[in-house]
């Protein structure tokens, strides 16, 4: 007997959950800051109608809200609070505490990086200028719609005690790659029983792992916020179709990218000292990133890049062909991020612990690309424009320390990761390091791997539900 499919409440969801509106190129992400929280729950009663929930996708624009702990606590939420949010959460991202778990600190001078950071959340300093209350997303098909739009809800904020902090632009092309050339969005995990679609049982995971008040893969509901009603005294599950959402501003160093792998790719051969090897610059990024630029699995296909555009999305380390076997490096930021099958022998079970530490995506890439054309053979003769460009890295999960910072501290940054010695990850690692690339007769390793990626903002929101920002708005 088929087992019946779970019912959910995608009225009560804002529509970020279902969906990363992905047919919506144009994108802001306003950080605000709450200045008279009275004002702010009339600006909240505003916003509500206009919000986009995941019944389907014909918001445009499409709005989401999400907040910070200290813009909840500015609201009133906290003094209603019966069982409270994550600690990590209420922390926040930029907490020294946090900060050294996910490699945002110096260690040479013993202080947090993020205290110089942009924006950010935080909980002990509220005072701190930089620190933010909301986050609000908006998505369009166009850039007039984008305007339109950002100009209405500005003003909207700004006369009901809320202010505008920064605006985060996007920039998103038609190659659908992020600045180091990479095709990019592949590999997510496909929600039980949310849509039509289906996938490899392998890569399906339960709802509760992204959103609250349903099963987990533990097969239980997640730990979940609740209030105490002002009014009825009644208790009232705030944080029921509602998740956590986790957002990094990460600068690219392009230029700084392509160039060592230029380094790294000199031809010595028939007299030509000092010449680039655009193949085997391309060979060597690719394993980095554990995908050829098209984004087919090195996996697949390990000795050429095959030149074409794809979604595939095969890793699996012991279901390669036997003569493919081991050619993508456990290093690779793709099985580093998702090692599926490759924690130990025991695929089953190793599907098992890498589906307990799941996040879904939803970030957006900024600044100008280095290269219009993203063609490798263009990074490499490109010289430095010296702009800013990177990715706001956005994803939810609905518990932040077995999620989210598993996969930064233990898998991404972790230099002995999977039985390695000094290798980190040269995609979104925080640290230098090495790469070693598995091949005969003898292994390669590269050494002295500089940084790539520098985190300039980041926060731990709560992406409630609609309910739960009617309650915020009333309070």
Same mark, same amino acid.
């Given at each position: ?7 959910? =409440? ?35 009663? @505003? ?153 490899? =049982? ?120 036997? =003569? ?66 990177? @990715? ?12 989210? =910072? ?62 739960? @920002? ?6």
């Amino acid at each position: 007997m088929t087992a019946a499919k779970q019912k959910y =409440e995608f009225n009560e969801m804002q529509g970020l959950i279902k969906r990363g509106y992905g047919t919506k190129k144009f994108t802001d992400f306003i950080l605000l800051k709450i200045e008279d929280a009275v004002k702010a729950k009339q600006w909240l009663k @505003l916003l509500i109608p206009q919000l986009s929930d995941a019944t389907a996708d014909k918001f445009d624009p499409a709005i989401n809200v999400a907040f910070t702990h200290a813009g909840l606590d500015k609201l009133g939420l906290t003094a209603h609070i019966q069982n409270n949010f994550l600690r990590e959460f209420q922390e926040g991202m930029a907490d020294e505490t946090r900060s050294r778990l996910l490699g945002d600190y110096d260690w040479d001078k013993q202080v947090s990086i993020a205290d110089s950071w942009e924006w950010k959340d935080a909980a002990k300093d509220v005072t701190d200028g930089n620190v933010i209350d909301v986050l609000l997303m908006v998505y369009a098909s166009a850039q007039q719609i984008l305007d339109a739009t950002y100009s209405r809800v500005k003003q909207e904020a700004s006369v009901n005690g809320v202010r505008e902090f920064k605006r985060l632009l996007t920039k998103s092309n038609d190659f659908l790659k992020e600045h180091f050339g990479f095709h990019d969005g592949i590999s997510q995990p496909t929600i039980k029983d949310f849509s039509d679609r289906t996938d490899d =049982e392998d890569n399906t995971i339960n709802a509760g792992e992204f959103v609250l008040g349903y099963s987990n893969q533990y097969d239980i509901c997640p730990e979940s916020p609740e209030v105490r009603s002002p009014v009825t005294n009644e208790v009232f599950d705030f944080g029921r179709n509602g998740t956590y959402l986790v957002m990094r501003q990460m600068e690219q160093d392009v230029k700084g990218f392509w160039d060592f792998i230029a380094s790294q790719s000199k031809d010595d051969s028939n007299g030509s000292v000092g010449k680039v090897d655009e193949g085997a610059a391309v060979f060597l990024a690719s394993r980095m990133v554990g995908r050829w630029p098209g984004g087919t699995p090195v996996a697949t296909c390990p000795d050429a890049d095959p030149g074409k555009e794809t979604d595939e999305n095969k890793f699996l380390y012991h279901s390669v062909a036997p =003569e493919h076997f081991g050619k993508c490096p456990v290093g690779s930021h793709v099985l580093r991020s998702n090692p599926r099958d490759f924690l130990g022998t025991n695929k089953k079970e190793s599907i098992k612990l890498s589906n307990h530490h799941r996040i879904l995506r939803r970030g957006r890439s900024y600044g100008k690309p280095l290269v219009d054309s993203m063609q490798c053979k263009d990074f490499l003769c490109t010289p430095n424009d010296n702009e800013e460009r990177g @990715l706001y890295f956005m994803c939810l999960n609905t518990n932040i320390s077995r999620q989210f =910072e598993f996969i930064q501290h233990t898998w991404i940054n972790n230099e002995k990761f999977n039985g390695m010695y000094n290798d980190t990850d040269h995609i979104a690692g925080s640290y230098p390091g090495d790469f070693t690339i598995p091949q005969s007769p003898v292994r390669r390793h590269i050494t002295n791997i500089p940084v790539f990626v520098r985190v300039r903002g980041g926060a731990y929101f709560f992406l409630p539900s609609i309910s739960a @920002l009617k309650f915020l708005s009333e309070l």
